[in-house]
């Protein structure tokens, strides 16, 4: 992603992390909730690697191709999940869709060898879709949140450990990867 070199690493920190626990959330969970924590970490993983800052850690060209089958894959996946249950498949098809979305864009200016300026629709993808995403990203972040602020959530006696069953936790695992996309498409 375009930016600086000290926001690309947060947001690699802050992704990583996320991804991580989802990770360790899959691990001690099952059914839909797995399918779901799996999601989540390719999600968040995905994101650190592309957040590199591109003036420490230069991709190759090829990455970003690597990035959109891997993204086009899981938008598949999402699809398929949300044809027969719905519900949170839906932002998960909107996440891998902007991912795949962001990787093309990305790719743009590495096809053309140009990485300084942006042409309209390339480099900078298609401003009314970016916009589009940002708006539903804006309006999740700001949901997850309200949903947050009053924090008097109970824990959820499932299995597994007390910080893997939490629902406050999950949902601010959302919301720090919906703030990293936010975050991701302003610099797009």
């Not at 990787?103 to 590495?110: E, K, L, R, T, Y």
């Not at 939490?166 to 959302?174: G, I, K, N, V």
């Amino acid at each position: 992603m375009h930016g600086g070199a000290l926001s690309g690493w947060l947001l690699v920190a802050l992704c990583a992390a996320t991804g991580t626990y989802c990770l360790l959330r899959m691990r001690v969970s099952d059914g839909e909730e797995r399918r779901a924590a799996g999601g989540e970490a390719l999600m968040g993983f995905g994101m650190a690697l592309m957040a590199l800052p591109t003036t420490v850690v230069a991709q190759p060209g090829w990455s970003w191709a690597v990035y959109a089958a891997v993204f086009g894959g899981a938008a598949l996946l999402a699809m398929a999940g949300a044809a027969r249950r719905g519900g949170h498949h839906l932002h998960h098809l909107v996440g891998s869709l902007a991912m795949l979305y962001m990787a093309v864009a990305m790719a743009a200016p590495v096809a053309q060898g140009a990485h300084t300026g942006h042409a309209m629709g390339t480099a900078g993808g298609i401003p009314v879709l970016t916009g589009g995403l940002l708006l539903y990203y804006t309006v999740y972040v700001l949901r997850a949140g309200a949903r947050l602020a009053p924090a008097a959530v109970a824990a959820a006696g499932g299995p597994g450990p007390a910080w893997a069953t939490r629902p406050e936790l999950t949902l601010t695992c959302r919301l720090s990867m919906a703030l990293a996309m936010v975050a991701m498409l302003v610099t797009l």
